[in-house]
């Protein structure tokens, strides 16, 4: 299990993934005999190694540069998951909201997946306030 946050507000290009610098619970990670999972200090990446079914939870408080909508996506390998959208009106420059999504997602045999928080607002970045939150449960 991992529980991801970042303790530092950011800037999120349209595009780029939110960035993870810390972590509140990590367990399994790939350098121990047991591990399912790859993530480094700084990086959006999530990569999980072993196969089964694993829960992800993202939450977040964010707020746009620019007025207008915000869209973020649970993404494996860039592309969207079905389920793992989140939006928010962002009607107002600076003003945070808080969007949430929870997933269930399969990792075949012999594969490996990588999950991302993705910004898809479409021309303006967006700010994520200081502790967005992402959780990857492996439930079978």
């Avoid at 700084?42 to 196969?51: D, Q, R």
Wanted: proline residues 5%; charged residues 10%; aromatic residues 4%.
């Amino acid at each position: 299990m991992i529980n991801a946050i970042n303790n530092a507000q950011q800037t999120v290009s349209p595009g780029a993934n939110i960035l993870f610098n810390g972590s509140n619970v990590r367990t399994r990670s790939c350098s121990s005999c047991c591990g399912w999972l790859n993530h480094n200090i700084n990086s959006g990446l999530f990569e999980i190694t072993k196969s089964g079914i694993y829960e992800i939870t993202f939450s977040a408080n964010v707020a746009p540069t620019v007025a207008g909508p915000i869209t973020l996506n649970i993404t494996n390998g860039g592309e969207n998951i079905i389920g793992g959208e989140m939006r928010t009106a962002g009607t107002t420059e600076g003003v945070f909201e808080n969007v949430s999504a929870t997933i269930l997602v399969e990792v075949p045999c012999n594969c490996c997946d990588t999950f991302t928080i993705k910004n898809n607002t479409p021309t303006n970045p967006i700010t994520v306030g200081i502790g967005p939150s992402i959780a990857i449960t492996k439930v079978a």
